[in-house]
Structures are given as C-alpha cells and as structure tokens.
C-alpha cells in the first residue's frame, strides 16, 4: 500500500514521485537516538528508516504492520484494526513508541491489544532504534524505540503559500475506502500544516478458517455451529482523524503549536460482539533556540498533553472504559564543543492518570510520574567516533483504593542507565559499530497492580507489588558499508536481564472468565539473534536504476534458570526483493519467508512456515502544475495461510488473505 503523506510537499523529505522501491541508504540523517544530527552510518546503535518511496511501498492499516518486516522488528497483530511494534522480541512497555518524539500517551503500551493512537496515513516517516534506546527515552525503551515524524509543527520555512497532496485509494482484502490529504505553505515568518484522513473497511477476507486447524481439533465449536471461514468476523473498523499546525520561524529557531485528533471504531477480532470507540485529543508544543550563547549551540523543547479515551461496547452497551490523561515533555540543551567533545544534557517528565472501569477492568486506577535526567557525549577521534552517556529515572506510581483491587498503594523506583558505543570507520565506505548498554526498568503499573480479565488477550492477568527494578546488560555490533555494489548492514546482539518481567501462564484457569490466569514475574532471560540487510546495486544510473535486496533476522529468546523459550517468539525470517525504477515508472516484486516456530513456551503452540510474496507497481507523470500518481500493489499474493507466532490471537486471526490496493495521489 502506498502512502499518502509520505511524499507530500516539495519542501519536505525530496521531490520524488513515490515509486516501487529504494536501496537501502547508510548516509540518511536520523533524529532520533541521539540528539546530533547523525547518519546512520555514524550511529554506534542499529536505527532502520522508513520514508519516502520505502514507506510508500510498506504503509499498511497498522503502525505495527508497517514496521514489522523491518530486520529485528515484527507485530503484535490483534487483527487488522490493532497492531504495535515488538523489537527483538520485547513489546509492551520494553518499546517506546513516539510522536515527533514524544510519547503518544495512549492504552496500546499497557493493553496491547488496543489500537495505536496513531495512523500510518498521516505518517512522513519512521525511524526504528533497535536495542536500548533508554539514555534518551526513558526506561521503557529498553527494547527500542519507534518514532513516527509527521510535520505537523513546521521546523523551517515553507515558501510557497499553498504545498500538499490528496490521496484516494480502494483495498480488496478488506473493502476498504480511504482518503487523505495535508496541505502546508508558509507567508513571511510563519508556516501552517493542515492534514487529514479517513478510512472505512469491512471484515478482513481471510485464506480458509478464521480459526487454526489446532484450535478447531482441541477445541471444537458446540454442535450446529458454523466455523468462520473466508472472513475474519468482527474485523470491520471506521476512523478518521486530522491535525492543525502554526510555527512562527526565525533566523535563530522556530516555536510552534499543534491540535490533533484522532477517532476510530473497530472490532475486536477475539470477542465477536465486542466493539471499541477511542478518542484522542492531543495538544503539542515544539521549539529550538539556535546558538543563544557561544557555550550553547542550541536549546531544543517539546511538550505534548493528551486526553485519551476508548470505551469497549458488548453489542450496543457500552462496558468498559479506559481513560488515560498526561503529558510528556522534555528539554534538551546541545552544548558547543568543548576540546573533541560534543553533546546535550536534558530533563524529561512524564505523566500518566490511567483508569479502567466496568465489568471487565483489570486494575485500579493508577498515577504515575516519572522524573529523568540525561546526558549524551559524542568523541570524534577520527576514523574512531565513541558515543556514551547516562540517564537517571524517578518513578512514582500510586494506586487508588478499590474494593476489587484492595487498598491504596504506592511505589517509588530509581533507575538509571548508562550506554557507551564505538564506530571505527576504517575505511571510506565502510564500518564497524560496537555498543553497550546497562538499564534499569522499574515495573509499570500494569505490571504491579493488575488483576483482573483481559479477554481480548484471552488471560486473566495478576500483577505483583513486590516486583522489583528489571535489570540488562546489552552487546550489539554491526558491519556496515554505505557505497559501492553493496551496500547494508549485517549484525549481532546479546540482551542479557536479570528479574525479565514477563507474563506467564499458571496452568490455572479463572473460575468466573474460564481464561487462563497469567502471572507477571521476574525471570532471568536472554535474547540474542543476527541481523542483516544488504543491496546489490545491479544498475544504478540517472536514468534507470534495478537493485536487488537481501534482507534476514534470528532471534533466540529463553528462561535462563529453566533454559525453556520465552513465549511469542518470532522465528527466522529471510527473503528478499527485485526493484526496477525508469523515468515515472516503478515495479518491484518481493517475497520474505517465515520458517516454522516449533521452540515454543509452556502453553504455547508452534506455528507452520509460509510464504509472503508481494507486488507493486506506480507511474508518476506530471499534469499541469501537479504531479499525479497511479499505483498497485498486491499482497499475500500465494494466498497462504499466514499466522503471527509473535500475536495472542495468532490461532484465532490469521493476517490477510490475497488482496491489492490500487489509488491516486495528486501533488501539488
């Protein structure tokens, strides 16, 4: 699927009509894991970067589904409606997703089968930090972090008065109907982003049974009644959601504001009554202070408050309510070299009133606050870079007294957390990255104060006050090269953690639901796997470009007392695509393969192997003072049962069946 926003206003990420495929590019500047503007060939910690024609190409429904066949990254896949990123197997409150760098201050991180508060239609680009991303990001980045960057407070001038695009487009898999648009332009010293979506589908069409041929043997439906088949029930969904944008913008900075919305209906694939109505409001402020000192080279701050809320209706009754009002901010000063030193201190605080109440709430209401301090160092000892700093945490998390949950409580945590990494760049076009990470995470208050159903999970969840900071210790080292014939990455890491908390199975179930009760605890675990992304440059010219891709992922995650996997695993991946790109007209045909999971945790079952195979193909051609765009894609094109090891739900909802998006864009 292609992406609307993406490629929007000349001003922005390049001129480029969206096309079938880009190679992977090394000297691309990324924001987020350091505070400097850095490549990712100068980076000591593995980043991926979606934007233009590879966003374009791999924009689904979903944040997660976008991500997830990214090297390391992979989905939580609650159907189509409701999908977060998991990075070398961690999920949850271990990744931090962001928005313009600030948290999105939403439900999906504590209950992960709700939707991202976010829509991949409004996105410009991703960057993916894979591994502890925690010195700048808090403690609950200790898997990585996803940052999806949309404009919508201009950082520079816009000199045209009007800049923008609209797209139209049409999916088969699930008879969806979408539209969206952005528009930007500046006049003297401001700039203004308007934007807009909206997007309605049916129950996704599914390969075969919505139920896995396991499940329906163990577990078979009562006499007379029929197994869903050919559609994936209650997987229908209606959102909508737009954002308004001022920067006022000097020689020396920029300030600015933005309100945004964001709305959506949908099913809930494993309850099939179950309905889900969230509504976000946010309200974001962003600004930076170039050079105010000769000591100071820049003061950089952002502030986003959100008022989240989704209600969960049982047919037409309204049940349970989620609310989840905070803030996030942060303030960062870079200061000017000092000797062969460069780098930023910084404080961050956030807040988090979170509730849940009706029949099906599993925990009290709760407060956190969290108070950080942090500080990032960047040596250039060239062709040796050494980056490394520390972050220190301040948690308070508070429950209210309720009669179902007991009495009130609360829990102070102080982590801190320090990384150091090294990029020896030993020759021109190549290097060889080293990182180190130590962190503390102290537990959520999910982790703590849970006990209750969670039924779209299908578990009944039980916190723990007791639990303790979760520590790890992580290794990453890559090999890069970002010029020739080839060009990519290949990579290793070791995660190491003692007192991992988890959520794991009892072998009881709950009298009252007849879910399986689950317990968070603290193990000892590992995780470690391979990485790797590599380009061969087959033609490369100003007029015709072909470039064959390579790209592949391990992960081995296990109970180090027990030496039994961790649940939800993904298994090894590889696969690969052709692209072709010649004046407007793009192709490109990829197919990625996922072998069978058979190392699987107590109470978990294995998953068979398959087969993605996808198309594309787009034609750019100008009109007027406009450039239209015409694309196709299709997916799923083998028509393969494909289910999700990582999901819960993965023997209850395979992903889609075979389908195509087809649309237009038109910018101007």
Same mark, same amino acid.
């Given at each position: 699927?292609?992406?609307?926003?993406?490629?929007?206003?000349?001003?922005?990420?390049?001129?480029?009509?969206?096309?079938?495929?880009?190679?992977?590019?090394?000297?691309?500047?990324?924001?987020?894991?350091?505070?400097?503007?850095?490549?990712?060939?100068?980076?000591?910690?593995?980043?991926?970067?979606? !934007?233009?024609?590879? @966003?374009? *190409? &791999?924009?689904?429904?979903?944040?997660?589904?976008?991500?997830?066949? $990214?090297? =390391?990254? #992979?989905?939580?896949?609650?159907?189509?409606?409701?999908?977060?990123?998991?990075?070398?197997?961690?999920?949850?409150?271990?990744?931090?997703?962001?928005?313009?760098?600030?948290?999105?201050?939403?439900?999906?991180?504590?209950?992960?089968?709700?939707?991202? !508060?976010?829509?991949? @239609?409004? *996105? &410009?680009?991703?960057?993916?930090?894979?591994?502890?991303?925690?010195? $700048?990001? =808090?403690? #609950?980045?200790?898997?990585?972090?996803?940052?999806?960057?949309?404009?919508?407070?201009?950082?520079?001038?816009?000199?045209?008065?009007?800049?923008?695009?609209?797209?139209?487009?049409?999916?088969?898999?699930?008879?969806?109907?979408?539209?969206?648009?952005?528009?930007?332009?500046?006049?003297?010293?401001?700039?203004?982003?308007?934007?807009?979506?909206?997007?309605?589908?049916?129950?996704?069409?599914?390969?075969?049974?919505?139920?896995?041929?396991?499940?329906?043997?163990?577990?078979?439906?009562?006499?007379?009644?029929?197994?869903?088949?050919?559609?994936?029930?209650?997987?229908?969904?209606?959102?909508?959601?737009?954002?308004?944008?001022?920067?006022?913008?000097?020689?020396?900075?920029?300030?600015?504001?933005?309100?945004?919305?964001?709305?959506?209906?949908?099913?809930?694939?494993?309850?099939?009554?179950?309905?889900?109505?969230?509504?976000?409001?946010?309200?974001?402020?962003?600004?930076?202070?170039?050079?105010?000192?000769?000591?100071?080279?820049?003061?950089?701050?952002?502030?986003?408050?959100?008022?989240?809320?989704?209600?969960?209706?049982?047919?037409?009754?309204?049940?349970?309510?989620?609310?989840?009002?905070?803030?996030?901010?942060?303030?960062?000063?870079?200061?000017?070299?000092?000797?062969?030193?460069?780098?930023?201190?910084?404080?961050?605080?956030?807040?988090?009133?979170?509730?849940?109440?009706?029949?099906?709430?599993?925990?009290?209401?709760?407060?956190?606050?969290?108070?950080?301090?942090?500080?990032?160092?960047?040596?250039?000892?060239?062709?040796?870079?050494?980056?490394?700093?520390?972050?220190?945490?301040?948690?308070?998390?508070?429950?209210?007294?309720?009669?179902?949950?007991?009495?009130?409580?609360?829990?102070?945590?102080?982590?801190?957390?320090?990384?150091?990494?090294?990029?020896?760049?030993?020759?021109?076009?190549?290097?060889?990255?080293?990182?180190?990470?130590?962190?503390?995470?102290?537990?959520?208050?999910?982790?703590?104060?849970?006990?209750?159903?969670?039924?779209?999970?299908?578990?009944?969840?039980?916190?723990?006050?007791?639990?303790?900071?979760?520590?790890?210790?992580?290794?990453?080292?890559?090999?890069?090269?970002?010029?020739?014939?080839?060009?990519?990455?290949?990579?290793?890491?070791?995660?190491?953690?003692?007192?991992?908390?988890?959520?794991?199975?009892?072998?009881?179930?709950?009298?009252?639901?007849?879910?399986?009760?689950?317990?968070?605890?603290?193990?000892?675990?590992?995780?470690?796997?391979?990485?790797?992304?590599?380009?061969?440059?087959?033609?490369?010219?100003?007029?015709?470009?072909?470039?064959?891709?390579?790209?592949?992922?391990?992960?081995?995650?296990?109970?180090?007392?027990?030496?039994?996997?961790?649940?939800?695993?993904?298994?090894?991946?590889?696969?690969?695509?052709?692209?072709?790109?010649?004046?407007?007209?793009?192709?490109?045909?990829?197919?990625?393969?996922?072998?069978?999971?058979?190392?699987?945790?107590?109470?978990?079952?294995?998953?068979?192997?398959?087969?993605?195979?996808?198309?594309?193909?787009?034609?750019?051609?100008?009109?007027?003072?406009?450039?239209?765009?015409?694309?196709?894609?299709?997916?799923?094109?083998?028509?393969?049962?494909?289910?999700?090891?990582?999901?819960?739900?993965?023997?209850?909802?395979?992903?889609?069946?075979?389908?195509?998006?087809?649309?237009?864009?038109?910018?101007?």
């Amino acid at each position: 699927m292609l992406a609307a926003l993406t490629l929007n206003a000349a001003h922005a990420e390049g001129t480029n009509a969206p096309t079938a495929g880009e190679p992977h590019v090394m000297d691309r500047t990324v924001i987020t894991g350091t505070p400097l503007s850095r490549t990712l060939f100068e980076l000591a910690t593995p980043v991926s970067v979606l !934007s233009d024609q590879e @966003l374009a *190409i &791999r924009t689904q429904s979903t944040l997660g589904e976008t991500v997830a066949a $990214l090297p =390391g990254v #992979s989905s939580t896949y609650y159907g189509p409606n409701a999908s977060r990123p998991v990075i070398r197997g961690l999920d949850g409150d271990h990744i931090r997703v962001l928005e313009n760098g600030i948290g999105l201050i939403d439900a999906s991180a504590t209950s992960v089968d709700h939707a991202v !508060s976010s829509d991949p @239609l409004t *996105i &410009r680009r991703v960057e993916v930090v894979r591994g502890p991303a925690t010195l $700048l990001y =808090g403690s #609950s980045a200790v898997g990585g972090a996803v940052n999806v960057i949309n404009n919508r407070i201009p950082d520079e001038r816009i000199t045209s008065s009007v800049t923008g695009a609209i797209e139209g487009r049409y999916g088969s898999a699930d008879n969806s109907t979408s539209g969206s648009g952005i528009i930007e332009g500046g006049a003297g010293n401001f700039a203004y982003h308007l934007d807009g979506f909206t997007r309605s589908t049916s129950d996704l069409s599914i390969p075969g049974f919505a139920r896995s041929e396991r499940l329906r043997a163990s577990d078979p439906l009562p006499p007379g009644t029929m197994e869903a088949r050919d559609f994936l029930p209650n997987s229908a969904s209606q959102s909508d959601g737009g954002a308004a944008g001022l920067s006022y913008i000097w020689d020396k900075g920029h300030v600015g504001a933005s309100v945004s919305g964001f709305n959506t209906a949908y099913g809930t694939v494993a309850e099939p009554d179950v309905t889900i109505r969230l509504h976000q409001r946010r309200v974001d402020v962003a600004g930076e202070i170039d050079a105010p000192s000769e000591s100071i080279n820049a003061i950089k701050f952002k502030l986003g408050l959100s008022d989240y809320r989704h209600t969960e209706y049982e047919g037409p009754d309204p049940g349970t309510v989620f609310n989840n009002r905070g803030y996030d901010g942060r303030v960062e000063l870079l200061h000017a070299q000092l000797g062969r030193f460069e780098g930023a201190v910084g404080f961050q605080s956030q807040r988090s009133d979170f509730s849940a109440l009706g029949e099906e709430a599993f925990l009290p209401p709760t407060s956190t606050l969290v108070n950080s301090a942090f500080v990032f160092e960047e040596v250039n000892f060239d062709p040796v870079r050494l980056q490394f700093g520390g972050r220190f945490d301040y948690q308070t998390v508070d429950a209210d007294a309720d009669p179902a949950f007991g009495p009130a409580a609360s829990h102070n945590f102080a982590t801190g957390s320090g990384s150091a990494g090294i990029v020896y760049t030993f020759h021109e076009h190549y290097a060889a990255a080293l990182s180190v990470a130590y962190t503390q995470r102290a537990p959520n208050y999910q982790e703590l104060y849970a006990d209750g159903p969670h039924l779209a999970t299908d578990a009944f969840e039980v916190g723990d006050r007791r639990l303790g900071i979760e520590e790890s210790l992580g290794l990453d080292f890559s090999l890069r090269r970002k010029e020739g014939r080839i060009t990519g990455s290949i990579g290793a890491f070791y995660n190491r953690f003692e007192r991992f908390i988890a959520l794991v199975p009892t072998g009881v179930n709950d009298p009252n639901f007849q879910v399986p009760i689950y317990d968070y605890t603290g193990v000892p675990a590992e995780f470690y796997g391979t990485e790797a992304e590599l380009v061969l440059h087959l033609v490369d010219t100003a007029q015709r470009k072909v470039h064959l891709d390579v790209r592949t992922d391990w992960l081995e995650a296990r109970n180090r007392a027990t030496g039994e996997p961790l649940p939800r695993i993904s298994p090894l991946r590889y696969g690969g695509g052709v692209s072709y790109d010649e004046g407007g007209f793009g192709a490109r045909l990829e197919a990625l393969r996922y072998e069978p999971q058979s190392q699987v945790a107590a109470g978990e079952t294995p998953s068979a192997g398959y087969t993605q195979l996808n198309a594309s193909v787009s034609y750019s051609t100008p009109v007027g003072h406009t450039t239209l765009t015409l694309f196709l894609r299709g997916t799923n094109l083998l028509n393969q049962e494909e289910r999700n090891q990582v999901s819960f739900l993965k023997d209850l909802a395979p992903l889609p069946g075979r389908g195509a998006v087809a649309g237009a864009q038109l910018r101007f």
